[in-house]
Nanobody
């Protein structure tokens, strides 16, 4: 089972950009589809974006379409989330997750590897 470590979170201003990274180890990264989830205080964890094993297919939540982009580099065992035009409502802990399904998965129940999360705070 792959182990995941996120990085790149921080405090930014509304309208800024931020790039999250997730490094994978201990497994065959290309056998996993990957997702980014987020959880704000008092709210449930939601899928933000997901990408298939080879990067050919992706999914975005409506709230981030056109602003966020997910990508992966199987040679580097990494997945990224480029976030642009950030809004205060994007403030949350962002989690990287891996699913043994090669296709894009939309439910958290389909993911069996999780990172520890990285905090993103967007100030207005």
């Amino acid at each position: 089972q792959v182990q995941l470590v996120e990085s790149g979170g921080g405090l930014v201003q509304a309208g800024d950009s931020l790039r999250l990274s997730c490094a994978a180890s201990g497994g065959t990264f290309s056998e996993y589809s990957m997702g980014w989830f987020r959880q704000a205080p008092g709210k449930k964890r939601d899928l933000v974006a997901a990408v298939s094993w080879n990067g050919s297919t992706s999914y975005y939540a409506d709230s981030v379409k056109g602003r966020f982009a997910i990508s992966r580099d199987n040679a580097k065992n990494a997945v990224y989330l480029q976030m642009s035009s950030l809004k205060p409502e994007d403030t949350a802990i962002y989690y990287c997750a891996g699913s043994r399904s090669l296709a894009v998965m939309r439910s958290g129940n389909d993911y069996n590897s999780w990172g520890q999360g990285t905090q993103v705070t967007v100030a207005s």
